[in-house]
């Protein structure tokens, strides 16, 4: 990573905080965007801590994103809910989609919450995670923009498209969750590569020409490739339809046609589920799922070269809530330079945004 700095958790999330207040955003907007940003460096998610914030002021500075939305929730159905988040950014109102979706789950068994007019530069772990801290089991699905070739074609179409899950552990153990891209690397891994000089591994990606590349830039300038072949890009065509036209909402081609000043901020739609799991059996004994699920966790664990997903978190996590986290300090000049204060200077290539 280069030259770092340690900082605080809480230092970071006044930096954050400052940043985005200091660019418009309204308080309520920037307290959101700087806990999700705080919780994915806390948790050495990197490309959705720090590194995100020129997104998130980019966007709102191409006059796309809105600085002050107040995010509105309906109902749609007995187990449905949507919150439109009128252009805003989503950490706000899937903060408020979250208390009415986990009580919709309790009430039906299962219940949806549909986000729509969400801008949307975030991993998707704090949504399920959060849901199976109350007991849920959760999924979560985002489209984003036109960044991943279908299998077999070279130019990009599909979102990135993560999936999250989330199942409930007993007491003493915070929830198993994944959350993983259906492109074989999340863009962000790209954008902070091409930033520190590095190149790709093979099979992340193809250049404008159609041919595998592993030069960040020329990939970030052709298409990623899904996961898996036909089969990430399957997954990837599922999250376009559930974010998309199952809410109502743009597909990733749609939003970045949108996109037009090429933030990499993309607006859309985002699909949870939450599932009571004690609605689930006919005797509702949730400590006894929940223990059966146990049972499989052991047996991964016994092989060795085996974690389970979200461990990593996790450890990072009880490290850098004492000992605070390494930003590089190039990532901090970045963000002194698009400070209010440091206007004068600074270069419009300070914010997110994609190679055209
Ligand atoms: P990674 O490949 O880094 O990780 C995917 C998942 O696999 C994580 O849950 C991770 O857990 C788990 N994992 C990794 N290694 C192991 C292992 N050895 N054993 C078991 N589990 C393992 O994630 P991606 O690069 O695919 O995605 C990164 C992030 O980008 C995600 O948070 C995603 O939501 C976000 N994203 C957001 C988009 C948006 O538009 N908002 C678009 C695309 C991606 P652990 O965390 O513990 O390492």
Same mark, same amino acid.
């Given at each position: 990573?280069?030259?770092?700095v340690?900082?605080?958790?809480?230092?970071?999330?006044?930096?954050?905080?400052?940043?985005?207040?200091?660019?418009?955003?309204?308080?309520?907007?920037?307290?959101? $965007?700087?806990?999700?940003?705080?919780?994915?460096?806390?948790?050495?998610?990197?490309?959705?801590?720090?590194?995100?914030?020129?997104?998130?002021?980019?966007?709102l %500075?191409?006059?796309?994103? @809105?600085?002050?939305?107040?995010?509105?929730?309906?109902?749609?159905?007995?187990?449905?809910?949507?919150?439109?988040?009128?252009?805003?950014?989503?950490?706000?109102?899937?903060?408020?989609?979250?208390?009415?979706?986990?009580?919709?789950?309790?009430?039906?068994?299962?219940?949806?919450?549909?986000?729509?007019?969400? &801008?949307?530069?975030?991993?998707?772990?704090?949504?399920?995670?959060?849901?199976?801290?109350?007991?849920? *089991? #959760?999924?979560?699905?985002? @489209?984003?923009?036109?960044?991943?070739?279908?299998?077999?074609?070279?130019?990009?179409?599909?979102?990135?498209?993560?999936?999250?899950?989330?199942w409930?552990?007993?007491?003493?153990?915070?929830?198993?969750?994944?959350?993983?891209?259906?492109?074989?690397s999340?863009?962000?891994? $790209?954008?902070?590569?091409?930033?520190?000089?590095?190149?790709?591994?093979?099979?992340?990606? $193809?250049?404008?020409?159609?041919?595998?590349?592993?030069?960040?830039?020329?990939?970030?300038?052709?298409?990623?490739?899904?996961?898996?072949?036909v089969?990430? @890009?399957?997954?990837?065509?599922m999250?376009?339809?559930?974010?998309?036209?199952?809410v109502? +909402? *743009?597909? @990733?081609?749609?939003?970045?046609?949108?996109?037009?000043?090429?933030?990499?901020?993309?607006?859309?739609?985002?699909?949870?589920?939450?599932? +009571?799991?004690? %609605?689930?059996?006919?005797?509702?004994?949730?400590? #006894?799922?929940?223990? &059966?699920?146990?049972?499989?966790?052991?047996? $991964?664990?016994?092989?060795?070269?085996?974690?389970?997903?979200?461990?990593? %978190?996790y450890?990072?996590?009880?490290?850098?809530?004492?000992?605070?986290?390494?930003?590089?300090?190039?990532?901090?000049?970045?963000?002194e330079?698009?400070?209010?204060?440091?206007?004068?200077?600074?270069? +419009?290539?300070?914010?997110?945004?994609?190679?055209?």
């Amino acid at each position: 990573m280069g030259e770092a700095v340690r900082l605080s958790l809480a230092e970071v999330q006044a930096t954050a905080r400052a940043l985005l207040v200091a660019h418009g955003f309204n308080l309520a907007h920037a307290e959101a $965007i700087a806990r999700t940003v705080t919780a994915a460096e806390r948790d050495e998610c990197r490309h959705h801590g720090l590194f995100r914030i020129p997104f998130y002021i980019g966007a709102l %500075r191409a006059g796309q994103a @809105s600085p002050d939305a107040e995010p509105v929730l309906r109902d749609l159905a007995p187990a449905v809910i949507q919150v439109d988040a009128g252009f805003g950014f989503a950490p706000l109102a899937l903060e408020l989609g979250h208390a009415p979706l986990a009580e919709r789950a309790r009430q039906n068994g299962i219940a949806a919450l549909a986000v729509v007019n969400a &801008h949307n530069v975030a991993a998707l772990w704090p949504e399920v995670e959060r849901l199976a801290e109350r007991g849920l *089991v #959760a999924l979560a699905f985002v @489209s984003s923009a036109p960044y991943v070739a279908p299998a077999g074609g070279t130019k990009p179409l599909f979102g990135t498209n993560p999936m999250a899950f989330g199942w409930p552990r007993p007491a003493g153990h915070p929830p198993l969750v994944f959350d993983q891209a259906s492109s074989a690397s999340a863009r962000g891994e $790209i954008q902070i590569r091409l930033q520190e000089g590095q190149t790709l591994p093979a099979g992340w990606a $193809i250049g404008p020409d159609g041919e595998p590349t592993t030069d960040a830039g020329t990939a970030l300038a052709g298409a990623q490739l899904p996961f898996g072949g036909v089969k990430g @890009s399957s997954i990837a065509l599922m999250i376009e339809l559930l974010a998309g036209p199952l809410v109502g +909402d *743009v597909l @990733s081609f749609e939003a970045g046609a949108r996109d037009k000043a090429g933030t990499g901020a993309p607006c859309g739609g985002e699909f949870v589920i939450a599932i +009571d799991p004690a %609605r689930c059996t006919a005797g509702g004994d949730r400590t #006894a799922q929940l223990e &059966h699920g146990e049972r499989l966790f052991r047996r $991964i664990l016994e092989q060795e070269g085996t974690r389970l997903p979200s461990d990593r %978190r996790y450890r990072a996590r009880e490290r850098t809530v004492r000992e605070g986290v390494d930003v590089p300090r190039a990532l901090l000049e970045r963000l002194e330079a698009i400070s209010p204060g440091q206007q004068a200077s600074r270069r +419009d290539d300070a914010f997110g945004g994609e190679p055209s």
